[in-house]
């Protein structure tokens, strides 16, 4: 079966730090490109990270700097390291797969997503 | 970066009812666009990809169409399973793809 499970949430204080895992099954993750989005309570989709399969990484300006991507191909598992947390970070994280690999540069979406681990930062 | 503004934002309708929600782009977007559907407490759904492609598994009665700035996607005949929140995705300023606001359909 092809899915998705993230792990790692949970709350943390202002200015601590986190990893957030994905593990991928019915897939291989360094064939895809793999993406992080967020979602704030009760707000709508933030696009946080991607890493390609190529290995290139890029980051959302609010992110920038304090989050890195990165996978680990002999565990299948995609990761999201968080440091300097704040108050804003605060949100649901969904790792996904973007079919970029599979069906070319014009007909790509989200189309796995994991079920969501859930980010509190908070004092 | 592009921006998506989606409308309605909410949208109150009866099952049968054939409702349509519209995303409009800042800036020429070619047909690099999907709609996603989320229910309470889950990861979103694939619904549409290249503006008018049905995912694989999704019900013939979702349908999307549009290019450039404008794009619908369109419910012909609304089941209780679709009340939900959609969301439209950019993807034609990979990799920072950007996503529409939502529209919360909720059952009159």
């Known amino acids: 079966e092809v899915q998705l499970v993230e792990s790692g949430g949970g709350l943390v204080q202002p200015g601590g730090s986190l990893r957030l895992s994905c593990a991928a099954s019915g897939f291989t993750v360094s064939s895809n490109y793999m993406s992080w989005v967020r979602q704030a309570p009760g707000k709508g989709l933030e696009w946080v990270s991607v890493i390609y399969s190529g290995g290139s990484t890029y980051y959302a300006d609010s992110v920038k700097g304090r989050f890195t991507i990165s996978r680990d191909n002999s565990k299948n598992t995609l990761y999201l390291q968080m440091n300097s947390l704040r108050a804003e970070d605060t949100a649901v994280y969904y790792c996904a797969r973007d079919n970029k690999a599979i069906v070319g540069a014009t007909r790509n979406a989200y189309d796995i997503w994991g079920q969501g681990t859930m980010v509190t930062v908070s004092s | 970066d592009i921006q998506l503004t989606q409308s309605p934002s909410f949208l109150s309708a009866s099952v049968g009812d054939r409702v349509t929600i519209t995303c409009r782009a800042s800036?020429?977007?070619?047909?690099?666009l999907a709609w996603y559907q989320q229910k309470p407490g889950k990861a979103p759904k694939l619904l549409i990809y290249a503006a008018s492609t049905l995912q694989s598994g999704v019900p013939s009665r979702f349908s999307g169409s549009g290019s450039g700035t404008e794009f619908t996607l369109t419910i012909s005949s609304l089941q209780p399973e679709d009340f939900a929140t959609y969301y439209c995705q950019q993807l034609y300023s990979y990799p920072s793809i950007t996503f529409g606001q939502g529209t919360r359909l909720e059952i009159k």
């Open positions: 800036q020429g977007i070619s047909s690099y």
